[in-house]
């Protein structure tokens, strides 16, 4: 079973910084890219930063020069990446997702979603 959790959203004033976390665990075998999504309500969820399958990072117009995607760091069946926002602005407030899409050792070819992890931007 393929878990996938994010962490380190909170809310900070317009210009601050906050990074988020986002582990999956299971046996994954290869990696199809990994993706940081922002939602915020009545609308979809839009991709801000993500990693492709060869390694590259990838970023929205919206968040090249403030985010940066990390690569990732694995720890046994435990991978994780981070997603470092600065320069916030309120407009980034919402509710950020992350997905993992690859092949698992349990599974095969799949892709996972976390729960989200709230982000508060104030002026």
């Known amino acids: 079973q393929v878990h996938v959790q994010e962490s380190g959203g909170g809310s900070v004033q317009a210009g601050g910084s906050l990074r988020l976390s986002c582990t999956a665990s299971?046996?994954?075998?290869?990696?199809?890219?990994i993706g940081w999504y922002h939602q915020v309500p009545g609308k979809q969820r839009e991709l801000v930063a993500g990693i492709t399958g060869d390694g590259r990072p990838v970023y929205a117009d919206s968040a090249k020069g403030r985010f940066t995607i990390s690569g990732i760091a694995r720890d046994n069946d435990q991978s994780t990446v981070y997603l470092q926002m600065n320069s916030l602005q309120v407009e980034d407030s919402g509710v950020y997702y992350c997905?993992?899409?690859?092949?698992w050792g349990v599974g095969g070819p799949n892709h996972y979603w976390g729960q989200g992890t709230q982000v508060n931007v104030s002026s």
């Open positions: 997905n993992w899409d690859g092949t």
């Open positions: 299971g046996s994954i075998l290869s990696i199809k890219g």
